[in-house]
Nanobody, 119 residues
Framework: EVQLVESGGGLVQPGGSLRLSCATSGFTFSSYRMTWVRQAPGKGLEWVSTITTGGVFQRYADSVKGRFTISRDNAKNTLYLQMNSLKTEETAVYFC????????????RGQGTQVTVSS
């Protein structure tokens, strides 16, 4: 059974940092591109970042470029998202998922972790 479990969310002040983790199991993690998306209250899914299988190449949404860093540890089957200089409008549930964006019928996604940016 494919499982993705996000952690690391919480309450942070504007300008602060958080590091999200996504622990995976049930599939060959190192063979999959991996993606982070987020969903703000009342809005649809927004793509944040994607990383290739070996971690050499990353893509970012323009809104997070230069502030967020996606990475992975294939030995630990874990995906990460380092988020710096967070903004209030980035309050959302953050999800990790297999593959690239846009998602398709083969995408597996975790339950998400809440990130709240507020003073």
């Amino acid at each position: 059974e494919v499982q993705l479990v996000e952690s690391g969310g919480g309450l942070v002040q504007p300008g602060g940092s958080l590091r999200l983790s996504c622990a995976t199991s049930g599939f060959t993690f190192s063979s999959y591109r991996m993606t982070w998306v987020r969903q703000a209250p009342g809005k649809g899914l927004e793509w944040v970042s994607t990383i290739t299988t070996g971690g050499v190449f990353q893509r970012y949404a323009d809104s997070v470029k230069g502030r967020f860093t996606i990475s992975r540890d294939n030995a630990k089957n874990t995906l990460y998202l380092q988020m710096n200089s967070l903004k209030t409008e980035e309050t959302a549930v953050y999800f990790c998922a297999t593959g690239s964006w846009p998602f398709d019928e083969y995408t597996s996604r975790g339950q998400g972790t809440q990130v709240t940016v507020s003073s």
